[in-house]
């Protein structure tokens, strides 16, 4: 899919490297929807930043584990485009939960984000998506989908749901809608890492490095416009995923 006058929503596409996506959806021609759910200012930046590139943008305020929300902010996004080309979902919660847990409330909401937070933006908008004849949805998962993290189990479930669920939707939404995901490792540190965190988790890749927001870019602008791939997942993680067997 050509991605220059197509409409495209980003959940989580206000901040990191949901905003790298917006962004990099705005420069290559897309109008884009901008969901957040707290970040309020932080749109209203990316917003600006992606109307500057000369295409319309907004920003939508919406709990993607709230169905009702979702139904809302794909009402919102047809009335003002008619509908949606291109759906990534990055909207992720990043929250520790421990087994056994004392708070439930955090795995629920945890897993609620990634994998029905998914569904019900998939749900709501893939009727505008065959309305107009095809699209593209990309989902951002990790290597927590393979791979568990100490400290992190709503985490890996949730992301493990994710590519599960990339592969189904793969299945039942072809021909005309295909569905892929990205599965980013280190490319942007949190604020609050010292130096020698960042070293330590450069040292878990091969190429012993951090990657950057741009490479999640390409990889998302490739599953888009490889109109012959659907039901992948393109590991951009320095080989972080196959790292246990480096030479040191």
């Known amino acids: 899919m050509k991605i220059d006058g197509k409409v495209a929503l980003v959940t989580g596409g206000a901040v990191r490297v949901g905003k790298a996506l917006t962004l990099m959806l705005a420069r290559a021609g897309a109008n884009v929807v901008v969901n957040y759910h707290s970040s309020a200012e932080e749109a209203a930046a990316t917003v600006a930043a992606a109307q500057s590139f000369g295409h319309e943008a907004m920003a939508v305020q919406c709990d993607v584990a709230d169905e009702a929300a979702v139904r809302r902010m794909a009402d919102a996004t047809i009335a003002r485009f008619g509908g949606v080309d291109i759906i990534v979902n990055g909207a992720s919660y990043f929250g520790k939960t421990t087994v056994p847990a004392d708070d439930l409330d955090r795995w629920r909401r945890v897993t609620r984000i990634s ?71 280190p490319v942007l540190p949190p604020p609050d890492y010292s130096e020698a965190q960042k070293a330590a988790i450069a040292k878990r890749t091969l190429l012993d490095r951090w990657g950057t927001p741009e490479d999640v870019e390409r990889a998302v602008r490739y599953l888009i416009e490889a109109d012959y791939v659907t039901g992948e997942v393109l590991h951009v993680d320095g080989g972080e995923h196959i790292a246990q067997y480096k030479r040191h």
């Open 115 to 185: 994998i029905d937070g998914a569904f019900y933006v998939v749900n709501s908008l893939v009727p505008s998506m065959r309305a107009r004849g095809q699209g593209v949805i990309v989902n951002i998962v990790d290597l927590s989908a393979w791979l568990p993290w100490p400290g992190f189990t709503a985490h890996g479930v949730g992301k493990a749901g994710l590519l599960a669920l990339t592969r189904q939707l793969a299945l039942e939404l072809a021909p005309a809608v295909r569905v892929n995901a990205v599965a980013p490792g």
